[in-house]
């Protein structure tokens, strides 16, 4: 565990110097994540799966590395793109209701300004009795600001002064997806309104889980992942 862990912060450390590093840092942390998807008996073989919010790609190839027929959806189209890929706005999917067994979601609902618009729209489209993987860093833990922590937890004026990054708010950061702060306790609560049931809530890649914890887990944290399943 600790090995995997120091070459996950290397990978993380470089992933803004190319798209490459990029994907090579998403590829990892999507292994590990199928490993998990595995053990909570979610097999992606020859399933359609919906990767939205992809990036640059890099948890998509993995999933297709799997088996799974994978549909990629981003705002932005990477340099490399997936096989199957759709410039889309996550709020508004040009799917069909009802048409994929498992949508995967990682790190793009904290930056969606009204996140039960996500929410509805994942429902919209999985399969009765589908499955999705949603994962994010809660606001209050020590990554949770991006690029603005740790200064974050001082609130967004001094975190805009001093990260010293050149935006006017936490919503125009991010190359213009913004930055909205969510609480793992919040999630909870939009799941339960969107009518999405939590079929398992976890740290990322640690043992420990410290998501449950209350308030507590919210500060110790780091990333927070749900399995959340759409009724029959």
Not at 37 to 44: F, H, P, S
Not at 142 to 163: D, I
Not at 179 to 205: G, M
Not at 216 to 227: M, N, R
Request: proline fraction near 6%; charged fraction near 20%; charge should be positive.
């Amino acid at each position: 565990m600790i090995r995997q862990w120091g070459h996950l912060l290397r990978l993380a450390h470089r992933r803004f110097r190319s798209d490459a590093d990029y994907q090579r840092f998403q590829r990892y942390q999507g292994n590990w994540i199928i490993r998990y998807l595995a053990e909570c008996g979610i097999i992606l073989k020859n399933a359609l799966v919906l990767d939205l919010g992809c990036g640059k790609g890099g948890y998509s190839s993995v999933l297709a590395g799997k088996g799974a027929r994978v549909v990629s959806v981003d705002m932005q189209q990477p340099e490399s793109p997936p096989s199957i890929f759709a410039q889309a706005d996550a709020i508004n999917l040009p799917f069909s209701s009802n048409s994929f067994p498992f949508v995967f979601c990682a790190s793009v609902i904290e930056h969606i300004p009204e996140p039960s618009q996500l929410l509805a729209q994942i429902r919209r489209v999985l399969t009765p009795g589908g499955f999705a993987y949603l994962s994010f860093p809660p606001f209050l833990s020590p990554v949770g600001g991006h690029q603005f922590k740790p200064y974050h937890l001082l609130g967004e004026r001094w975190a805009l002064r001093l990260s010293g990054r050149k935006s006017d708010s936490f919503a125009t950061a991010c190359g213009g997806w913004g930055l909205y702060p969510l609480t793992i306790r919040h999630a909870r609560q939009l799941f339960l309104e969107a009518d999405l049931k939590i079929v398992d809530e976890s740290t990322r890649f640690i043992p420990v889980n410290l998501a449950r914890l209350p308030w507590l887990g919210e500060f110790l944290t780091w990333h927070v992942q749900f399995i959340l399943a759409k009724g029959e």
